[in-house]
C-alpha cells in the first residue's frame, strides 16, 4: 500500500512565497524518486520538479531558480518552496512516486497566485 498526502496550498499574490508538503505512507522512501506535478484548468497535468534517492534534482524550466524540492527521508516528507509566485503557476499540486511500477498520486492541493 501506498498514499501521499500534499499539504500547504493556499491564496498568494504574485512574488509571494509558498510552501508544499507531501508526506509519503511508503516502504523504502529514502530509495524512492519522488516528484511534484501540477495541473491548471482545461490543460494536461505537468512536470514541475522530481528528487532521487540521492537527492538529485530536477526541474521544469518554467520554475527553474524559483522553485525548490527537498526530501527529509527521516520524517518521509519532500517539499517543494515555490518563490517569486506568478499567475500562471495556479494550478492543483500533485506529488508523485512509483510503487510496484505504478504511479501513486496524492489528492492534490490548490495554489492560486493572483496579480
Known amino acids: 500500500q501506498a498514499q501521499l498526502l500534499e499539504s500547504g496550498g493556499g491564496l498568494v499574490q504574485a512574488g509571494e512565497s509558498l510552501r508544499l508538503s507531501c508526506v509519503a505512507a511508503i516502504s523504502r522512501f529514502t530509495s524512492r524518486d519522488m516528484a511534484w506535478y501540477r495541473q491548471a484548468p482545461g490543460n494536461q497535468r505537468e512536470f514541475v520538479a522530481s528528487?532521487?534517492?540521492?537527492?538529485?534534482?530536477n526541474y521544469a524550466e518554467s520554475v527553474k531558480g524559483r522553485f525548490t524540492i527537498s526530501r527529509d527521508n527521516a520524517e518521509k516528507t519532500v517539499s517543494l518552496l515555490m518563490a517569486n509566485l506568478k499567475p500562471e503557476d495556479t494550478a492543483v499540486y500533485y506529488c508523485n512516486t512509483k510503487f510496484m511500477r505504478e504511479d501513486v498520486w496524492g489528492q492534490g492541493t490548490q495554489v492560486t497566485v493572483s496579480s
Open positions: 528528487i532521487d534517492g540521492n537527492s538529485k534534482t
